[in-house]
Nanobody
Framework: QLQLVESGGGLVQPGGSLKLSCAAS????????IGWFRQSPGKERAFVAR????????GFADVVKGRFTISLDNAKNTVYLQMSKLGPENTDVYYC?????????????WGQGAQVTVSS
């Protein structure tokens, strides 16, 4: 089954850190562009971070630059979003995405979402 499974969400105090995991099954993440997005109820999904296939390039939303990092563990076929210096404004559901274009069209996979709550 082709899918992304997220884990690692939870409750963290302001100033704390959290690491989200996104494990792929049925396909190799090395060949996909990776994205992390966030979404609040009633709002559109917003960009957080991205990485090119095999992690050669990464980019971040201005509001998280210097605090979030994205990494790929090839052996585990898993991508991570390390979040630090979290504040209440980072509370949201976070989604991972893997996408690539082929001659047959676009392949696009989403994780199920991980709730991140920053609160004291």
């Amino acid at each position: 089954q082709l899918q992304l499974v997220e884990s690692g969400g939870g409750l963290v105090q302001p100033g704390g850190s959290l690491k989200l995991s996104c494990a792929a099954s049925g396909f190799n993440l090395d060949y996909y562009a990776i994205g992390w997005f966030r979404q609040s109820p009633g709002k559109e999904r917003a960009f957080v971070a991205r990485a090119s296939p095999n992690g050669g390039y990464s980019g971040f939303a201005d509001v998280v630059k210097g605090r979030f990092t994205i990494s790929l563990d090839n052996a585990k076929n898993t991508v991570y979003l390390q979040m630090s210096k979290l504040g209440p404004e980072n509370t949201d559901v976070y989604y991972c995405n893997a996408r690539r274009l082929t001659t047959s069209g676009e392949e696009n996979y989403w994780g199920q979402g991980a709730q991140v709550t920053v609160s004291s």
